[in-house]
């Protein structure tokens, strides 16, 4: 079972800055895609950001030019770089990695880290 462990959430004023870690307990190399998500109260779970095994990124416009996702292939960690946080982008964020088995995919998440933006 992969383990997924986040950190680097908390309270930051609006235009700040948070930097989210998510440790998995296998080489990334293992994964398809590895992604941030974040679920605010009320909505529903929606996608931050993703990267891909061969590199390529994609984001939500609502993030887009603010935050930006990388990996870090010999610390087994992604990273989630926020800058100019706004109040909406308050929620818990999750990792998650994904890999393909037998034409099955599966999904792994982390526990979650809470971030919140203060106005």
């Known amino acids: 079972q992969v383990q997924l462990v986040e950190s680097g959430g908390g309270l930051v004023q609006a235009g700040g800055s948070l930097r989210l870690s998510c440790a998995a307990s296998?080489?990334?190399?293992?994964?398809?895609?590895m992604g941030w998500y974040r679920q605010a109260p009320g909505k529903q779970r929606e996608l931050v950001a993703v990267?891909?095994?061969?590199?390529?990124?994609n984001y939500a416009d609502s993030v887009n030019g603010r935050f930006t996702i990388s990996r870090d292939n010999a610390r087994n960690t992604v990273y989630l770089q926020m800058n100019d946080l706004k109040p909406e982008d308050t929620a818990v964020y999750y990792c998650?990695?994904?890999?393909?088995?037998?034409?099955?995919?599966?999904?792994?998440w982390g526990q979650g880290t809470q971030v919140s933006v203060s106005s």
């Open positions: 990267i891909s095994s061969g590199g390529p990124t």
């Open positions: 296998e080489s990334l190399f293992k994964f398809n895609d």
């Open positions: 998650n990695v994904n890999r393909r088995s037998g034409g099955i995919l599966y999904n792994f």
